[in-house]
């Protein structure tokens, strides 16, 4: 999906990797891709590439189950559970 660029659009925006989540051999949670971007790649808590990638993952998310559609309040309430700061208890954005 990436070819020969993969490595620099990784090391660019570490979220694309949301792209194969559930696949054989690749991260399988929104937790484990944003655990990647932050801690190996030192992407801090209000970067716009961790929340785009957060709302990717919602939307993902809800289309895995099915859905070609989610509501306002089903996506806030998805991004809120992917944003809170694990440490602090208070969301990330």
Known sequence: M???QAREKVETDPYRL???LNSPFALKTWKEVDS???DIFAIPPHD???LHGA???A???HYDKRNTVIDRWTL???LRDRLE???TGREGC
Do not use: N, Q
């Open 2 to 4: 990436l070819g020969s």
């Open 18 to 20: 949301i792209a194969f």
């Open 36 to 38: 990647v971007a932050r």
């Open 48 to 50: 716009p590439r961790r």
């Open 55 to 57: 709302v990717m993952s």
């Open 59 to 61: 939307i993902r998310s």
């Open 76 to 78: 806030l309430g998805k």
């Open 85 to 87: 700061d694990e440490k």
